[in-house]
């Protein structure tokens, strides 16, 4: 059906479907920190093979928030933190839901729920992730600062870091103060 009210013609589309995930951006609300994760991702590897000018090529290694898929029968709260402890080695002492939101409505169904985690950043970093998954994911521990200046310049430069960024942006004081008393 048409916005006309008519009825369109037949029409072909592919949809891929591979469930939903679950983003969290860990903050560290006493330290002003940020944990982000650093791995390769193939999507970003053949763009920057398709592209012509070198010098335009972005890196496959993104920088990203943690995250995860949701599996059968699984809540998203459990998925957050299944996948902080298993690709940051961390725990998460508070989750704060940010949103849901459409991946690439274009292709495929799946959507992603975002979380700001609290987290302690102290003692977190190094590489982790799972073998059998061949994951070599290294985690990096930044200040908020340093954060946005990333966000600015492109470094974060897909949706689930930059969504979650902007919203901490924007709701910052009101974490920081909800958390505060938090182990």
Not at 16 to 35: M, Q, S, T, W
Not at 48 to 69: H, R, T, V, Y
Request: some cysteine; aromatic content about 8%.
């Amino acid at each position: 059906l048409m916005f006309s009210g008519e009825q369109t013609g037949v029409i072909f589309r592919e949809c891929f479907e591979r469930g939903h995930a679950v983003g969290v951006l860990a903050y560290d609300p006493l330290k002003d920190r940020i944990v982000l994760l650093e791995q390769f991702r193939i999507g970003a590897h053949v763009n920057s093979c398709s592209q012509d000018n070198d010098e335009s090529k972005q890196s496959p290694w993104l920088l990203e928030i943690i995250a995860g898929i949701v599996e059968q029968g699984e809540a998203s709260e459990d998925v957050a933190h299944r996948e902080a402890f298993e690709e940051a080695g961390c725990t998460l002492l508070a989750l704060e839901p940010i949103g849901d939101f459409y991946s690439s409505p274009g292709g495929t169904s799946e959507t992603t729920q975002l979380y700001c985690a609290c987290v302690r950043s102290d003692g977190i970093g190094g590489v982790h992730g799972l073998e059998e998954e061949g994951e070599d994911i290294r985690v990096i521990v930044l200040s908020f600062e340093k954060a946005v200046q990333w966000l600015k310049e492109g470094r974060l430069n897909n949706a689930s870091a930059m969504i979650s960024m902007q919203w901490l942006m924007l709701n910052k004081n009101a974490i920081k103060e909800k958390w505060q008393r938090l182990p």
